[in-house]
């Protein structure tokens, strides 16, 4: 898997290039949370939950249905009220953030794939281009060599064109329409 940290970057990321203006606090919570909460099927190990399992690691959570419910749970539930960010296109956002996390994982180097389309096809995919080192699942793995090594990764493939999209969007959004249609 990617790490939790690059997971989380990315959305912040994306967040700051998708938001028009200022968002309050309680976006940003949800826009981490639907990025890293596919990786809550590794507590799946601990109670004799295998890998290849349906809801073992890289599984259901990690499937695009899993994004939908996500998303669509998070703008339902947890955005009522909250003016601009309750707004139905914010779905879109957070079903991205979600299926972002299992094209991340499928862009590393190690583990079964993730079922993209679980729980109506549990097949386990991967891109045929994979630059991205799978990062450990402990915390005493992530500070370790293989630990750096992982982040370097992530800072060259993940990191940097996320700071590149950013600055894209937001430089283009200074550019009026008209001087564009010239």
Do not use: N
Not at 34 to 45: E, T, W
Not at 100 to 118: I, N
Not at 123 to 146: A, M, Q, V
Request: net charge positive; with cysteine.
């Amino acid at each position: 898997m990617a790490s939790a940290v690059t997971h989380a970057f990315f959305s912040l990321a994306l967040g700051k290039a998708f938001a028009r203006e200022e968002m309050p606090w309680r976006f940003w919570i949800f826009a981490i949370g639907c990025s890293v909460l596919p990786d809550i099927d590794v507590v799946g190990f601990s109670f004799g939950m295998q890998y290849g399992d349906i809801f073992g690691h890289r599984g259901f959570f990690h499937s695009l249905f899993f994004a939908f419910l996500l998303s669509m749970s998070v703008i339902g539930l947890g955005c009522k009220g909250y003016g601009k960010f309750s707004r139905p296109w914010w779905g879109l956002f957070f079903f991205l953030l979600t299926s972002a996390h299992g094209v991340l994982d499928a862009l590393t180097d190690g583990g079964w794939g993730v079922a993209f389309f679980s729980p109506f096809d549990t097949t386990r995919y991967f891109f045929p281009w994979r630059p991205l080192k799978i990062s450990p699942l402990g915390l005493e793995g992530f500070f370790s060599p293989w630990g750096r090594e992982v982040i370097l990764c992530e800072m060259i493939w993940v990191w940097a064109p996320s700071i590149l999209l950013v600055a894209v969007v937001r430089g283009g959004r200074k550019i009026p329409c008209q001087r564009l249609l010239r």
